[in-house]
T-cell receptor, first 117, second 111 residues
């Protein structure tokens, strides 16, 4: 199946700093990527939909100025958590949608575990 | 009402047991339905898509009832390796739209 990578896999940062997470589709072009986060013992919650070349669409309750998303190419989307606080500590996962007859499928990255101290 | 609701679990079963998970979704425009499996501290992995006619993949059988907006997963002859959290997932509408995850049901299979 298609491969999606994320970097870094794990990051620890101090409160107030910003953290950038990269999501790459390695063997296909993804016009749309999705960002999710998962708190302990909770399910994945959609944060935003990232469209190549246009602004991201954020879910209700997700601050677009805090979670900056850039989808500058068909293979890369980035999520920047600005001025991170301990409550932002979570598992962040991206996914990328394929095209054509497999457009209903999404491929997930391995996730990034963020800890803010 | 939550977009996707699942049995709360956890389900603790012995090896060889048959176990069923249920799920309901609220968006009648959803067109794609899936069961994902998630192991502890890992990303979710697609277990199987769910089709209106029902579909089977080895020991796993999925059913979809669009009229009642209900999805099920049946696991036969449970194995220790089936222990995981099972996530019911639907899309928001047209192909390529975001996936909405249920909270998940935890299955623990013991010997």
């Amino acid at each position: 199946g298609a491969v999606v990578s994320q970097h870094p896999s794990r990051v620890i940062c101090k409160s107030g700093t910003s953290v950038k997470i990269e999501c790459r589709s390695l063997d296909f072009q993804a016009t749309t990527m999705f960002w999710y986060r998962q708190f302990p013992k909770q399910s994945l919650m959609l944060m935003a939909t990232s469209n190549e070349g246009s602004k991201a669409t954020y879910e209700q309750g997700v601050e677009k100025d805090k979670f900056l998303i850039n989808h500058a190419s068909l293979t890369l989307s980035t999520l920047t958590v600005t001025s991170a606080h301990p409550e932002d500590s979570s598992f962040y996962i991206c996914s990328a949608g394929s095209k054509g007859e497999r457009s209903h499928e999404q491929y997930f990255g391995p996730g990034t575990r963020l800890t803010v101290t | 009402r939550k977009e996707v609701e699942q049995d709360p679990g956890p389900f603790n079963v012995p090896e060889g047991a048959t176990v069923a998970f249920n799920c309901t979704y609220s968006n009648s425009a959803s067109q794609s339905f899936f069961w994902y499996r998630q192991d502890c501290r890992k990303e979710p992995k697609l277990l199987m898509s769910v089709y209106s006619s029902g579909n089977e993949d080895g020991r796993f059988t999925a059913q979809l009832n669009r009229a009642s907006q209900y999805i099920s997963l049946l696991i036969r002859d449970s194995k220790l390796s089936d222990s995981a959290t099972y996530l019911c997932v639907v899309n928001r509408g047209q192909a390529g739209t975001a996936l909405i995850f249920g909270k998940g049901t935890t299955l623990s299979v013991s010997s």
